[in-house]
């Protein structure tokens, strides 16, 4: 029989090695503990380690050296393995580093070599809800300086993307989200941040903890889990993948990274991933009533379609969709100048002078990340592009420009949405500009795949 997981994740002081002693506390279970933390002392190890040893005295294996998903990929299958030939244990926690991505962890015990003898149980997200509210809820005109002059920074060597990015994906990625240190904010706030979490990934079920006291059946046992589903439930896909359902399109489409087959849904993720349709794969969109706010605006000839949550504390989500291009630097100047109360935009950027790339934008808190995850199907030669469309026949196709477009998700708190559409209608191309030479503007925009250019809202970076 395969052993039961569940994988930890949450920010750096999140709580999630006191949630896992007091785990470790409460349970009969045997339960071997991975802990992987950035950086070469170990010290939630050594904290477990010390507890469990005067307790149960579970296994605790550390891994050190850097991060689970990335660079240790092959180390955690083979830790784990390793670990399950040795010792016996009935159940395996694995913490995972407070910068790490969930998905690739994830993969690993599904489809990697540790899929054998283990079974991913859940993955859970455990959120600072201070620092939550503080970063996503809070955010007022009177807490920033004023807007800096646009300085993008990049491309980012390290190909790394700003720290918000990979706390809301921790957030959009998982099966149980545990609200965590509610002590230290007011029932309102709460409230709030439980909204917003339910926005933000309307799949996971939301509780709230002090001291990450919770049941061990809340943790454990959960059969939660569900790649597909986990890979599709972030809200900022999902009211893309609405958004295109009503017009009969295909919103995640496949983009080709030159050469090799790339399987590219607009997420600007950096790790290859499985082929597969993502817009007919299961998942509801029942994401509360859309109504359409008219038709296109200024010079664009998008849609306009609103889809909307349940309205509380004022969230909004809301799509934009044109099939016109940016002018890279007034994109620029825009994502320098956000609106206040902005908590995630996401989706798929068409740049004048990048005609070949598409470009996923992508902001979470402070800063926008613009990211080449794909080439535009357009862009290859007449006879590679019939063969792509035949695979994706709702690919929706412009006569003129083919599969170039922008197609973002936008979830936001007390903002003007039309405001905002309206803002983002003057960054396109005006039509005398589009008759231009595009190549002569200056653009900041990435240029090669996985190359990532950060802007940083309101001259701050988190
Ligand atoms: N006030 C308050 N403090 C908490 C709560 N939960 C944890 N803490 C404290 O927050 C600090 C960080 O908690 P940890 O459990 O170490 O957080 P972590 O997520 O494991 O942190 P890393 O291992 O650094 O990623 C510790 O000092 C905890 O005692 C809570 O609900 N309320």
Redesign the pocket.
């Given at each position: 029989m395969s052993v039961p997981v569940t994988v930890l994740c949450?920010e750096?002081?999140?709580?999630?090695?006191?949630l896992l002693s007091g785990l470790l506390e409460s349970t009969d279970r045997e339960i071997a503990v991975l802990v992987n933390?950035v950086g070469a002392v170990n010290v939630?190890a050594d904290l477990v380690e010390a507890r469990t040893d005067l307790t149960t005295g579970e296994e605790v294996l550390a891994l050190e050296n850097g991060c689970i998903c990335c660079s240790l990929g092959g180390e955690l299958s083979r830790s784990v393995i390793q670990l399950w030939k040795e010792h016996d244990f009935d159940y395996l926690v694995v913490e995972a580093s407070?910068v790490g991505e969930p998905e690739p962890i994830a993969r690993q015990f599904v489809r990697g070599p540790a899929g054998g003898p283990y079974d991913l149980d859940a993955v859970v997200t455990?959120v600072d809800a201070r620092r939550f509210y503080d970063r996503f809820a809070a955010g007022s005109s009177d807490e920033r300086d004023d807007p800096p002059i646009p300085e993008p920074q990049g491309p980012d060597e390290t190909g790394s993307r700003p720290l918000g990015d990979l706390l809301l994906e921790q957030v959009e990625f998982c099966d149980l989200l545990v609200v965590?240190?509610?002590?230290?904010v007011s029932d309102d706030e709460r409230e709030q941040v439980v909204a917003l979490l339910e926005t933000l990934q309307p799949r996971a079920e939301v509780v709230t903890?002090?001291?990450?006291a919770l049941e061990p059946e809340a943790l454990l046992d959960s059969e939660r889990f569900d790649l597909e589903a986990a890979a599709e439930s972030a809200g900022w896909k999902r009211a893309i993948e609405s958004d295109a359902d009503e017009s009969g399109e295909d919103g995640a489409h496949e983009h080709e990274a030159d050469g090799s087959a790339h399987s590219h849904d607009g997420d600007g993720h950096g790790h290859s991933r499985e082929n597969h349709d993502p817009v007919h794969d299961e998942h509801d969109h029942s994401h509360g009533d859309e109504h359409d706010h008219g038709g296109p605006h200024g010079h664009s000839d998008g849609d306009h379609d609103h889809t909307h949550p349940p309205e509380r504390y004022g969230i909004e989500v809301d799509t934009y969709h044109r099939r016109r291009p940016f002018h890279p630097q007034r994109l620029a100047a825009f994502l320098a100048d956000l609106p206040d109360g902005l908590v995630r935009a996401k989706g798929l950027c068409w740049i004048a002078g990048r005609e070949k790339q598409a470009i996923t934008a992508s902001y979470a808190g402070s800063e926008t990340s613009l990211e080449v995850t794909g080439r535009w199907i357009a862009s290859f030669s007449e006879e590679r592009q019939a063969q792509y469309r035949r695979g994706q026949p709702d690919l929706s196709w412009d006569e003129e420009w083919g599969d170039r477009e922008t197609r973002l998700a936008v979830i936001g708190r007390n903002i003007a949405m039309e405001d905002l559409q309206a803002r983002l209608d003057g960054c396109l191309l005006t039509d005398e500009e589009m008759e231009a030479d595009w190549t002569a503007f200056e653009n900041p925009a990435p240029t090669g795949m996985g190359e990532t250019v950060t802007v940083s809202h309101g001259g701050t970076n988190s």
């Open positions: 949450g750096l002081g999140a709580g999630k090695t006191t933390d939630d407070g455990v965590n240190k509610c002590d230290l903890t002090e001291y990450g």
